[in-house]
Structure formats: C-alpha cells, structure tokens
C-alpha cells in the first residue's frame, strides 16, 4: 500500500487539531489572557487567534491560488474565551479536513500552502510550550507525549 502525501498531511494536521483542543481544555481559568511577565509577547489566546486565522486564511489562499489576506474566525475578546476557541478550532479543523480531502497531490501552489500552514502550526506549539513552561503552567499529557516534555 502507497502512502500519499495528502494522507500524511492529513494525519499530521489532524495530531496537531487534537494538541491544540487538549491545550485549551486543560488551560486553567484565565490562562489565555496571560503573556511572559516582562518579555516581548502577547497572550496565550492570541497565540490560538493567530493559529485559526492561519488555519482560515491558509487555505483560503490555497483554494483561490493566491493570498486573500488574513483573518481569523475569533475576534481578540474570543481570543480569551475558551468555549469560542474549543468552537473555533472544531470548525477549522473541519475546513482543513475538507482541504486535505480536495487536495490535488500535482497542484504545488495549493501543497506549498498545506506545508506553510503545517509549518505555522507547529511554530506555534514550540512558542506554546515556552510559555507554558515560561509561566510555570501544566503541558497537557498530549504535548508532553508528542515533544518528550517533562512533567509538571
């Protein structure tokens, strides 16, 4: 049996769905509005805002052969609120599904979009873990399976 690259890229993006939706549920209450004390960075959940409007923006791009621009389907006040991110990233997920699906295997432009958008996505759970660990904060058992993370 011949694996294609559409099914990895399936299975990667859904791997990197299911970290994304541990995080959120097991952040604790106010987690998402927290940044790194006094260095250079925004919250949590504006992390998560920059994810799924990759997400929705990424594949946008891919279907219309040329970037749209980007947004994001939370606004930055969601972008603290756990049940519309846990809600964002069900229906992006899905969008992404889609994509993978319809991808054509010989279509570069719309495969450099899957890539970058894997990329993306992986970026931002190296820069998740430092501030998890940066605000002392729990790494969801997901995480630490899937990077070889230390406990607690």
Do not use: K
């Amino acid at each position: 049996m011949t694996t294609t690259l559409t099914t990895v890229l399936q299975r990667r993006f859904s791997l990197s769905d299911e970290l994304y939706v541990d995080l959120v549920a097991g952040l604790p209450p106010g987690a998402l509005a927290r940044r790194l004390g006094e260095l250079p960075s925004n919250a949590i959940g504006a992390q998560l805002w920059c994810v799924l409007g990759a997400r929705e923006s990424y594949v946008r791009a891919a279907r219309a052969g040329g970037w749209q621009g980007f947004t994001s389907p939370v606004t930055a006040a969601e972008a603290t609120d756990a049940a519309a991110l846990h809600s964002a990233f069900v229906t992006t997920s899905a969008t992404v599904a889609g994509f993978l699906d319809e991808l054509d295997a010989d279509d570069e432009q719309a495969l450099t979009y899957a890539l970058a958008l894997l990329e993306h996505e992986t970026q931002h759970h190296g820069q998740l873990i430092r501030y998890l660990y940066g605000l002392g904060m729990a790494r969801p058992s997901s995480w630490q399976r899937r990077y070889a993370l230390d406990g607690d």
